[in-house]
Nanobody, 113 residues
């Protein structure tokens, strides 16, 4: 059974940090590219960071977010530093390979004082 589960979201003050985790099972995780997306109500889901053959970040996240993976644990992390109120969103993990695409249920990140 394929599962992708995000965790680590929560409420944090501006300037704070969070580390999100994406744990996968039921498929050969190490051969998949993994992407972090985020979405706020009324807006399209946007790509935040990706790791696979290359690692890339959205421009607004460069220098603040770091994506990493531990294939032995079938887990990808998103370290988020210097958080801003505009980072508030539901963050989703997506594992993708060719036509296969698996999504988690999302984890809420709220940046507020």
């Amino acid at each position: 059974q394929v599962q992708v589960v995000e965790s680590g979201g929560g409420l944090v003050q501006p300037g704070g940090s969070l580390r999100l985790s994406c744990a996968a099972s039921g498929f050969i995780f190490s051969s998949y590219a993994v992407n972090w997306y985020r979405q706020v109500p009324g807006k399209e889901r946007e790509l935040v960071a990706t790791t696979g053959s290359t690692t890339n970040y959205a421009d607004s996240e460069k220098g603040r977010f770091t994506i990493s993976r531990d294939n032995a644990k079938n887990t990808v992390y998103l370290q988020m530093n210097s958080l801003k109120p505009e980072d508030t969103a539901v963050y989703y993990c997506n594992a993708r390979k060719n036509t296969d695409s698996y999504w988690g249920q999302g984890t809420q990140v709220t940046v507020s004082s």
